[in-house]
């Protein structure tokens, strides 16, 4: 089995329960070791931060990485995005590689 | 491209790529990898660094972009000098300490951007870095994959399908062009000879009525070109011309001067 951590949105998540993930959001509200992610499809999706508390998010935009169960995302990592992050584009391209899962996964 | 056993293959282009597809490939001729049926050597990736291991001759970065991991080598360029193209601009400025921590960990958890060789080594899949630069513009996360889609499907399905639809865009254009200078010229000729008719039916219908009048009018000093002109409201040129017409054809006849006129009949 490949090692993949797909990138998706709001509306595959469905698709990949209890798997790990990588999802693009503008960071929302702190709810105590909870984070609000608003995806680049509008969606709002809570991460649970318990596993990384030590590491702030730096920047507006992250991208999460982390385990998709229960309707929470536990996270494993993130990585900080630019101020300037297309979600747009970014949201057009995860579809474009739903339709090519063949070289993402 | 044919190739014979060795490396005689080169391919002058960067192909933007996922670590899933370099896992799936398996075909390969001499040492280069083919990957869509298409010679690949120069490869970009984009990814997170999540392992670096430094060793004397290479650094060997572990690489994760979403589609796989892969263990790819930056070869260092001497003993003595163990610093990396991005790293050179940093190290300058700071002491010899900070200098190694660099080296430890000069991309670790970021996204980075490589551009490398992919090669069979033992029959095995290596990689070695040409480049490896930070990336500050996470927009180039998105395009470094949209580019590997849209290399993938031009050398799966064929780029000529847009490149067909567009020339046949632009012919049928020219077409649409043409056909619209021919209609404009046939609606301009249609619009004079229209207009050409319309003036001799109006014509004929102002004669008549001119010749119904003057015929109408028994005094003998006749009707005036004033009153024909009034009656039929029309310029007394244009009176002008019919009445010198119905004299020319001796219908009509001048009486006290030459703007009167009786019928004939």
């Known amino acids: ?105 | 491209m044919t190739n014979n056993s060795n490396e005689n293959v080169i391919v002058r282009t960067i192909t933007p790529l996922t670590i899933r597809q370099i896992q799936l490939s398996t075909e390969s001729e001499g040492n280069t990898f083919k990957i869509d049926k298409e010679f690949v050597m120069n490869v970009s990736l984009v990814g997170t660094v999540i392992k670096v291991l430094d060793g004397n001759t290479y650094t060997n970065y572990t690489i994760d972009d979403g589609t796989g991991q892969l263990n790819v080598r930056k070869f260092k360029r001497n003993k003595q000098n163990n610093m990396d193209d991005q790293e050179e601009q940093e190290g300058q400025e700071e002491g010899e300490k900070k200098k190694s921590e660099q080296i430890e960990n000069p991309f670790e958890n970021k996204y980075v951007r490589i551009i490398g060789n992919l090669k069979e080594y033992k029959n095995q899949k290596s990689f070695s870095v040409t480049k490896i630069t930070e990336i500050t513009d996470s927009n180039q996360i998105t395009t470094h994959f949209l580019e590997a889609i849209l290399v993938h499907m031009q050398r799966t399905k064929g780029i000529l399908k847009k490149e067909q639809a567009t020339s046949q865009e632009s012919q049928i254009k020219e077409e649409k062009i043409e056909i619209q200078k021919e209609t404009n010229n046939n609606n301009n000729n249609n619009n004079i000879i229209s207009q050409q008719n319309t003036t001799q039916i109006l014509g004929l219908a102002l004669k008549d009525k001119a010749l119904r009048l003057i015929s109408s009018n028994q005094t003998s000093s006749g009707i005036s070109l004033q009153e024909l002109s009034k009656e039929l409201k029309s310029t007394e040129e244009e009176i002008r011309e019919i009445v010198d017409f119905f004299l020319d054809q001796g219908q009509i006849y001048i009486t006290i001067d030459d703007e009167h006129f009786r019928s004939t009949d």
Do not use: C
């Open chain 1, 1 to 105: 089995m490949s090692s993949a951590t797909p990138r998706i949105n709001f509306k595959y998540l469905s698709e990949f329960e209890g798997k790990t993930i990588r999802i693009v959001g503008k960071v929302g509200e702190k709810q105590g070791n909870n984070v609000i992610l608003h995806t680049t499809d509008n969606g709002q999706v809570i991460v649970d931060r318990s596993n990384n508390l030590e590491k702030n998010y730096q920047t507006n935009n992250v991208e999460v990485l982390g385990v998709w169960n229960n309707n929470q995302l536990s996270e494993l990592t993130f990585f900080n995005l630019s101020d300037n992050f297309d979600f747009d584009t970014h949201n057009q391209m995860i579809d474009l590689s739903m339709k090519h899962k063949e070289i993402f996964m």
